[in-house]
Structures are given as C-alpha cells and as structure tokens.
C-alpha cells in the first residue's frame, strides 16, 4: 500500500518518490525539508502577488526589496508583477518595468540601467528537457545589458543574453542571443534592423503613478 511517499509493504514501511522508487532515509528527509521550504515559498510569492495590486509604487518596491529583488535607484515596477524565486533578480537604476509583467528568478535574471520594459513581458529562466525519461528542468540565468526597450507581450526564454541598446518589438519570442543596438522581431525573434542611436546615455521619464 502506498500512501502518499510512503511505501508499506511486507518489507516494512520505506520512503519513494514520485515514480515510486525507494528513497534512502536521508534524501527523503532533504525532500521533506524542501517540501516545506516550498509551501512557505508560495505564500511568500501569494502574499506578494497581492502586494503587486497596491497602487503605490513605494510600498510595492519596499516589500521586492525586502524579499530579496535588487532594484537600483529609481528602479520599478508597475501594478502586477509576478514572480517565482524574487531573490535572483536585479534590476539596474531607473529602469521601468510595464505592468503584469512574469520575471521567473529560478536563475539569476540580471538587467541593466535605464530599460525600458512595457507591460506583460514575461522573463523565463527555467523550461523542460523534452529528451529526458524524467523530463527534468533545465535553469539558465538571462541578462540584459542598459538601454535596452523591450515591447509589450515579449516572451525572452531561459540563457539569452541581450546587447546594450537592443529594441525587443512587441510579441516577440527571444530564443536566442540578441547582440547590442540590434532590432528583433517575430517568433521566434530575428533581426529586422539596426538601432540607428548607437551610443545611448538617456534617462526615461517618470512612472506613471498609481499603475
């Protein structure tokens, strides 16, 4: 009989995981103790999620701040951000984030001065591998360089590294690399043209306030 992850039998009562393999005593107790870790997780994330509806900047930023998201001066998000690990993100002076935006944080999500990211944009760091039996999870850090414009509903996937000055176009789906002052577009995202400010030293305008 099997009971959750444990295992009763003839041969006594044993530890398995999810397929139902034997688990040594001490593995089993470090999955247990992550389990935990976990569901205290998730109400953190939860109760950040209703932090993200407040419709003050400075209150929103303090409790990112205080659950571990490194935000230069004058750095913020709009109303809705989600997030799944806020500890491996940082984000660099007076960049903006648009509101709704998905900023994952399995891996380290470092972004740089003065980006300019438009509402709904969604940073992943982790997807499955679709060749292995336990289709297990591979986690990649994403970087993105100053000056960078990323456009509304831009989906950048797990290890892609954008240049300084590089223009995301609205919709698109970062798969790979994006070098410095290069437009992308499309799905998946290619070059469709060249910044023509090669040299970029701009500060963006205020927040919209209560967004």
Excluded at 115 to 140: C, G, R, W
Aim: charged share 20%; hydrophobic share 40%.
């Amino acid at each position: 009989m099997k009971i959750s992850n444990l295992n009763i039998s003839s041969d006594g009562i044993h530890f398995v995981d999810k397929d139902g393999n034997k688990l040594e005593t001490s593995k089993a107790i470090g999955k247990i103790t992550n389990r935990f870790g976990s569901f205290f997780l998730d109400l953190w994330l939860l109760k950040l999620t209703c932090v993200g509806l407040v419709p003050f900047h400075g209150f929103r930023n303090f409790f990112y701040r205080l659950s571990g998201i490194k935000m230069g001066k004058g750095a913020t998000f709009h109303m809705g951000a989600r997030f799944f690990l806020p500890k491996n993100i940082e984000i660099g002076e007076g960049t903006i984030v648009g509101d709704h935006a998905f900023f994952d944080g399995r891996a380290k999500i470092k972004i740089g001065k003065q980006v300019d990211i438009a509402s709904q944009v969604m940073i992943y760091n982790s997807e499955h591998d679709l060749s292995d039996p336990t289709f297990k999870a591979i986690e990649e850090p994403v970087t993105i360089g100053d000056y960078v414009f990323i456009g509304p509903r831009v989906i950048i996937m797990p290890g892609v590294n954008v240049g300084n000055g590089a223009v995301i176009a609205g919709g698109a789906v970062v798969t790979k690399d994006v070098p410095e002052n290069t437009i992308v577009g499309g799905v998946p995202a290619k070059e469709i043209g060249q910044r023509p400010l090669k040299v970029q030293n701009y500060k963006l305008g205020r927040a919209r306030l209560f967004q």
